[in-house]
C-alpha cells in the first residue's frame, strides 16, 4: 500500500470510513465536531469522497451548528421558543448599551466592548449571573459587570434570543437537567470525533464529556504546543489531560510533517522543548532544509511595522520582488494600525483584506432583521432597527418596543 501523508484531519476522515466501512456503524449514529464551517465542510467533502452519499446522514459541524439543531427540538423546555434568534456582536452591543443606560452605568468608566468581553469569558467558564456574582469579592468593576450581566440575559430571554456563547451553554443546561434529552442524544451518537482539541474551552469539553458518557468512543485530534487560544477561553488542560478524563485512551503521534520545512522544524522543536507540561514528541521531515528562519526582537508595536517595512524594501530592491509578491499577516485586527501607519509613511501601497464583511453592512442588516421579526415576533432588538426604515416619521424617544400602541404604529 502506497505511504499517504497522514494529517490530523485525514486521520478523521478515515477513521469515519473505518467505523462504517469496518464496523457497520450507522452514518447517523456517527457526530464529528469542528471549530469553523470551512473545516466542517472539508471534512464532509472528505468523507463523502470516501463514502458517497451516506454522509449527509452524519452530523459533521460546528460546536455551535451542532448545539443549534438540538436547541431547536429542545429549548421549549429552557423558556424560549423554537423560533429563537441568534444576536451577533452588533447586537449584542446594543443589549449592553441599553443595559448600561437602564442602570445608569457609567460609560466612561465602562466601555460595551469590556463588558461584553467580560460576560463571555464568564459564558465560557460556565457562569451564569448569580454565579458570576457570588465571585465579585466585593470588586466595585465586576459587581457593575454583574448587574449588567442579569439584566442583558434577561433582555436575551424577552426576545427570544441567544448570543453566541450561550448556544452550547444552553445545550449543556438542556442535556443536565432532561434525561431524556440526554437519553436520546447520548444513545444517538455511538462515536464522537472532535477536531482541534486543544482549542475547547471549558462547556465544549463539558458538551462532549455529556455527549461520550455512555458509549465512551471518543476520538480527538489535536496539538498541545499550538494552544494559542487561551484569550478566548481555551483551556488547554483539556488535551494534556485527556488521558485522565478518558481512562483507556490509546495515545497516537503524528510527528511527521509534509508541509514544513526543516529548518522551520528544527526552530519549532527548539521552542516546544521549553514548555513545562507537554507530551515528548520531535517533530521532522523528509522535505528539503529551506531557508533560514529569521526572528526580529522589536521594541514595541512600530519598530515591528518598521522592520517589516524595511524587509519588504530591501527584497523588493535587491532580489527584484514586486508589492504583490508580499503578504502581512497578523493576528488581531488591532495588529493593523500601526503596520498602516508606516506602511503609509514610506509611500508602499496596500490593500487590507477583509474590511466590513457582508452582513455587517446597514442595508443587509436591516434585510435580515426585517426576516427575523417576521419570524420571531418577540425580537424587539429588530423591531427597534427597521421601525423607521425607510423613513416613517417615528421619532426615537417616542418608540417603546414593549408598548403594544408602539408596535401597531409600524
Not at 469522497?49 to 451516506?54: E, F, S
Not at 452588533?90 to 443595559?99: A, H, L, N
Not at 507537554?278 to 531557508?291: F, V
Not at 443587509?364 to 426604515?389: Q, V, W
Request: net charge positive; charged share 30%; glycine share 4%.
Amino acid at each position: 500500500m502506497q505511504e499517504q501523508a497522514l494529517g490530523k484531519t485525514k486521520v478523521l476522515t478515515h477513521k469515519i470510513a473505518y467505523i462504517i466501512g469496518e464496523k457497520h456503524v450507522s452514518p447517523w449514529n456517527i457526530l464529528a465536531i469542528t471549530f469553523t464551517n470551512k473545516a466542517a465542510k472539508e471534512m464532509k467533502d472528505r468523507v463523502g469522497n470516501l463514502l458517497g452519499d451516506i454522509a449527509n446522514d452524519m452530523w459533521i459541524g460546528t460546536f455551535h451548528s451542532i448545539c443549534v439543531r438540538i436547541l431547536r427540538k429542545y429549548i421549549d423546555r429552557i423558556g424560549f421558543t423554537s423560533s429563537f434568534v441568534i444576536f451577533d456582536t452588533t447586537d449584542q452591543k446594543s443589549i449592553v448599551k441599553d443595559c448600561m443606560k437602564e442602570l445608569n452605568v457609567d460609560d466612561k468608566m465602562f466601555t460595551e466592548k469590556s463588558i461584553m468581553y467580560e460576560i463571555s469569558n464568564a459564558k465560557n467558564d460556565m457562569l451564569e449571573p448569580e454565579e458570576y456574582s457570588k465571585r465579585t469579592n466585593n470588586e466595585l468593576r465586576k459587581e457593575v459587570i454583574a448587574k449588567v450581566y442579569r439584566l442583558y440575559q434577561r433582555k436575551l430571554k424577552e426576545n427570544n434570543a441567544l448570543d453566541f456563547d450561550d448556544i452550547i451553554n444552553h445545550t449543556i443546561k438542556i442535556l443536565m437537567q432532561e434525561p431524556d434529552a440526554l437519553e436520546y442524544y447520548s444513545e444517538k451518537f455511538k462515536y464522537i470525533l472532535v477536531d482541534e482539541y486543544q482549542d475547547t474551552n471549558k462547556a465544549q469539553f463539558t458538551l462532549i464529556t455529556l455527549l461520550s458518557a455512555r458509549n465512551g468512543n471518543i476520538t480527538v485530534v489535536g496539538d498541545n504546543d499550538q494552544g494559542i487560544y487561551s484569550f478566548r477561553g481555551a483551556d488547554i488542560k483539556n488535551i494534556l489531560n485527556f488521558e485522565k478524563d478518558f481512562p483507556g485512551t490509546k495515545l497516537i503521534k503524528l510527528e511527521q510533517n509534509y508541509r514544513c520545512t526543516k529548518n522551520i522544524l528544527n526552530v519549532a522543536n527548539a521552542v516546544i522543548k521549553n514548555n513545562e507540561v507537554k507530551y515528548k514528541k520531535k517533530l521532522w521531515t523528509e522535505n528539503e532544509e529551506g531557508k533560514k528562519v529569521t526572528a526580529h526582537l522589536a521594541n514595541n508595536e512600530y519598530d515591528e511595522a518598521t522592520y517589516i517595512v524595511e524587509q519588504i524594501e530591501h527584497l523588493k530592491r535587491e532580489e527584484y520582488y514586486k508589492y504583490s509578491d508580499f503578504a502581512i499577516l497578523y493576528r488581531m485586527n488591532t495588529q493593523s494600525r500601526s503596520i498602516e501607519d508606516i506602511l503609509r509613511r514610506e509611500n508602499v501601497p496596500y490593500k487590507i483584506i477583509g474590511g466590513l464583511k457582508f452582513y455587517e453592512r446597514k442595508e443587509i442588516k436591516d434585510i435580515i432583521a426585517y426576516l427575523r421579526l417576521i419570524y420571531n415576533t418577540k425580537d424587539n432588538l429588530s423591531l427597534r432597527r427597521i421601525i423607521n426604515e425607510p423613513k416613517r416619521g417615528i421619532r426615537k424617544n417616542k418608540f417603546r418596543p414593549n408598548c403594544r400602541n408602539c408596535r401597531q404604529r409600524k
